[in-house]
């Protein structure tokens, strides 16, 4: 079990470079170089910061819930501030998807149902309703079964998952097979959800925290790199022969996520908690920042030289998203300070 603070730091800094990743994904940084370029850094590579994340959390937070009798207020906490960060984030995006047509089409009330608790409000959304989704499945789970049998039912789910992603063309093979997987994208876009996509990723964060012993630093980098390299190639074979219908899901990405989030608990170096605030609202303001400098672009005429260069798209995305959420940050900052000397 976790008894000190030794490779927080490293977790807490990584989640900068996890969230510029997912600012990657929304911007395809490299499109304008090469496909080929941006396919193995944004849709394989990138696919880490995600995992990352979920593994963050079942480190944290699961050791606590997993345990026989275990104290109900971590879950109840982490359910009541995701659930609020979810839907600040839906208010403040619910102009921009209502204009984007996310509920425009067919059903709407099916729409707002599969939006919430699939799809995510906004395309960048749906990581908080699949960790939430996720958090209370694993618990579930865990209250009728063993750890290890938690662990083969969530690898079980992320299986089922892949059909459903990076290895759909498998599925359009099978007769059965498809017309299970059509009826569930009737209900839902993808598999990288709550259901068959965050509970592994969590399960394996809990894990990493139950073992006393570790990993050390040249062994998790080696691993790393072994499975980054097995990843890319599972990418280029599965991008050759037209398999994937979404590009979430890899077999080689739970080792590569071991190895990696291990060899963050080697670094040494002190917790930042405005790394945490700072990436978290990285994640939630970027997509923001892309819809405004699109039309701000146009007004200029400086659509070629922004929106045509990816690769400047991307740059000035990440660095208004960091400026702007830690001068955000420093905000709240001062605002609980005074509220404590008011207090006290």
Request: hydrophobic content about 55%; some cysteine.
């Amino acid at each position: 079990m976790m008894d000190n603070k030794q490779g927080y730091g490293g977790i807490d800094r990584f989640r900068i470079i996890a969230a510029l990743l997912i600012v990657g994904i929304h911007t395809f940084p490299f499109a304008s170089i090469s496909g080929e370029v941006n396919f193995y850094v944004i849709n394989v590579f990138a696919r880490i910061a995600v995992p990352f994340f979920l593994m963050v959390t079942g480190y944290f937070l699961l050791p606590q819930l997993l345990e026989s009798g275990c104290d109900k207020k971590p879950l109840v906490g982490f359910l009541k501030k995701t659930g609020i960060l979810y839907g600040i984030a839906t208010l403040l995006y619910l102009p921009i998807s209502i204009y984007a047509g996310y509920y425009s089409e067919g059903n709407v009330i099916a729409a707002v149902v599969r939006n919430i608790f699939s799809d995510g409000t906004f395309y960048h959304l749906w990581y908080l309703p699949a960790a939430i989704i996720g958090v209370l499945l694993v618990y579930l789970i865990s209250r009728k079964a063993s750890f290890r049998l938690l662990l083969f039912i969530s690898i079980l789910l992320y299986a089922l998952g892949l059909l459903g992603d990076s290895y759909y063309a498998l599925v359009l093979k099978i007769p059965f097979l498809n017309t299970v997987y059509d009826l569930g994208f009737r209900l839902v876009s993808y598999t990288r959800n709550g259901l068959f996509y965050a509970p592994i990723f969590l399960v394996m964060g809990a894990t990493v925290a139950r073992v006393e012993k570790r990993l050390n630093r040249n062994s998790s980098i080696i691993g790393f790199v072994i499975s980054l390299a097995l990843m890319l190639l599972e990418g280029f074979l599965l991008n050759r022969y037209g398999l994937q219908r979404h590009y979430s899901m890899y077999i080689m990405l739970l080792p590569c996520i071991f190895f990696l989030f291990s060899f963050l608990l080697t670094l040494k170096c002190k917790v930042s908690a405005i790394c945490r605030r700072v990436s978290m609202w990285i994640y939630i303001i970027h997509p923001a920042f892309i819809a405004a400098i699109l039309p701000a672009a146009r007004l200029t005429g400086l659509t070629r030289f922004i929106v045509d260069n990816n690769i400047i798209l991307y740059i000035a995305v990440s660095i208004l998203s960091v400026a702007f959420s830690i001068v955000l940050e420093l905000v709240i900052s001062r605002v609980r300070k005074s509220r404590l000397t008011i207090n006290d």
